[in-house]
């Protein structure tokens, strides 16, 4: 479509013919051996075409099924009118995040999911075109500050710069608010950082929305462990108003099979942490040191194997395995995340379950046993339960293996807070309304809370989070509107 017929108003009839755009990206064959980005990005006209293709709706269905409430039809028909930094304006009202969600957010999940256009025509590509304003916004350098409230003489502290952290962090500083981040790792980010690769999740762009909110006045200290260092308890008493904590999932989970402790088996956390954080994908840039074998096996079915197994290749490896004891119908990982897996070769072994590491003479791993699994009834999950089928034994040859089977909270500030309340799981216990723990004054949301989730999840509980804190600073009961507080709240996110 060209630009002058872009200008030309469309009617519902009109505007459904328009075939969803495609992303342009790089070739499969090309980009596993780079670690660049491998969507290139919607250009402008690209962008206004999809946005064209939005109906307006006057319900729409697609702010329900945002965590984070971003006016979608706003900044949509913004797009079309080619106003893309006002566009990137009004998502940022509600999301300081707008590059890494629209570039990892399980949209077929929720705004997408929900569009009226799904089922006939698929779904406006409203992900796709979040990321193209939040980058147009960014390469104009047009990024502007907020306004922010007046001081409020009150000090907050976050602990962890992960989605969850950096969202509280935002509202908070636009309410008038002094924030300061404790960050363990020695950049902020959290898994957008040492978790999610360059070619998914480029390094400068989470660099760059951290800048943002320091811009806007945040503190950002690293290398800093809280509950090593200064106690949750520590920081109330160096004047800190309230305190939240956003210290994600990031205690890796194991098999617990025979030979797990074997040379070149890696949990996804070591691995991905080693190629992104380490930036061990920079070679030679950077020396990290990083084993990748011929044969790599990744154990799990979520964004971590995948991005593991995609990592492998790109770090040389000849094969890389998915191996799930579960089917294709019920891998957690993104759609996308699948087809491009799939796309650059990856072997998939679907209801598969390894038993036994089998090692060498040197202690390396060297192979793989596995059994074969069938579907039985639902779990707890709602997932069909895999059961395994005896006799049913294979051995896979592997030098490398990367365990990528979820994670569990880090036990650390529980065990340092007293009277914190954990389930049974080590997830901190909240008030849902108010994302409040058992201890006044001490807030908590995203992994930490709920277990391993999504960048918007916790991005939502952030700002749940931070209008109740907003409250409790200043004295607001929580079942009162915090007057011109709330609106600024609701204008912040
Ligand atoms: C490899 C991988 C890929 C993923 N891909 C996707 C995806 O495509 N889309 C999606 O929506 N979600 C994805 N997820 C999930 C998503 O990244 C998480 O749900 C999200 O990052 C959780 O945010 P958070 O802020 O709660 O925690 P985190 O992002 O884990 O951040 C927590 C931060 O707290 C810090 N911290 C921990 N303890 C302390 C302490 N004691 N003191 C100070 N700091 C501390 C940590 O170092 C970390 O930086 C992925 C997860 C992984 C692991």
Redesign the pocket.
Known sequence: MTEENNNKPLDKKERVKIPRQKMPEQDPQARIRNFREVPHGLTAELAMTEARRCLACPKPLCMNGCPVEVNIPAFIKLVTEGKFSEAAKVIKKTNALPAICGR???QEEQCEKVCVMTKKYGAVAVGNLERFVADYEREQGEIEIPEMAPATGKKIAI???????LTVAADLALLGHKVII????HKP????I???PEF?LPKAIVKSEVEYLQKMGVEVHTS????KLDTVDELFQQGFDAVFI?????LPNFMKIEGENLNGIYS?NEF?TRSNLMAAYDFPEHDTPIFVGENVAVLGGG??AM?SVRTSLRLGAKNGYIVYRRSRTEMPA?KE?IHHAEQEGVQFMFLTNPIRYIGDENGWVKAMECVKMELGEPDASGRRRPVEIPGSNIVLPVDTVVVAVG?SS?P??PQTTPGLKTNKWGNIEVNPNTQMTSRPGVFA????VTG???????AGAGKVAARAMHKYVMGIPFDQPAASGEKAATKAG
């Not at 404790?182 to 790792?185: G, T, V």
């Not at 980010?189 to 957008?192: A, E, H, I, N, Y």
């Not at 956003?246 to 990031?250: F, L, M, N, R, V």
């Open positions: 990892v957010c399980p602990v962890g710069a992960g989605p969850a952290g404790f960050e363990a790792l980010g959290g898994v957008l040492y978790g999610i998914r800093f462990v809280v509950g956003g210290t994600g999932a990031g996804s991905l964004n971590t991005d993104r995340e994670n880090n650390l500030i949301g995203g992994d930490i391993g989730a999504t960048v918007i999840l916790a």
